[in-house]
């Protein structure tokens, strides 16, 4: 299931976090304001231009890709 936010999604992984993409439902990379590292954490500042909708959140963690999908509530 999706979960849903607002401006922000925070993210937590029990490696280093190396890569995250916002990507719309066709496969477009979404523009993102700012994404913020500390090893295995990250925060992932929505910008205020990305309508709402479904999206799907690329998360790179230790060389492997995974995906979740979100709904950006506006």
Excluded: M, W
Aim: aromatic share 14%.
């Amino acid at each position: 299931f999706p979960f849903s936010v607002h401006n922000v999604l925070f993210f937590t992984a029990s490696s280093v976090l190396s890569l995250i993409r916002l990507y719309s439902v066709d496969g477009l990379e979404v523009p993102v304001e700012k994404i913020s590292f500390t090893n295995t954490q990250a925060i992932l500042h929505i910008s205020a231009a990305t309508t709402g909708g479904f999206y799907l959140v690329a998360i790179e963690v230790d060389g492997r890709v995974y995906f979740e999908k979100v709904v950006i509530e506006r």
